[in-house]
């Protein structure tokens, strides 16, 4: 299930955004990016529309998708 990020509080999002960019095995690449800036990156992408934020009622988890 989708979740608007419109419709989270803004520390909740920031929340969730900082769990999906502290996972274990989450690579950014040859340079090292400050958690402000990963996080930056992110909610950039949830504002284009070039991810979301999905809701897994089974596991009662949140994830951070890219959008096809």
Known sequence: MEI???????EILRA???EF???EGTD???????LDEK?????DQLVSGSARI???TESETCNVV???
Do not use: C, K, N
Request: glycine share 4%.
């Open 16 to 18: 969730v955004i900082v």
């Open 4 to 10: 608007p990020y419109q419709r989270l509080d803004p």
């Open 21 to 23: 960019v502290t996972r």
């Open 39 to 43: 996080v930056a990156a992110v909610q």
């Open 66 to 68: 890219v959008v096809r």
């Open 28 to 34: 950014y690449g040859e340079r090292v990016y400050s």
């Open 54 to 56: 999905e809701f897994d």
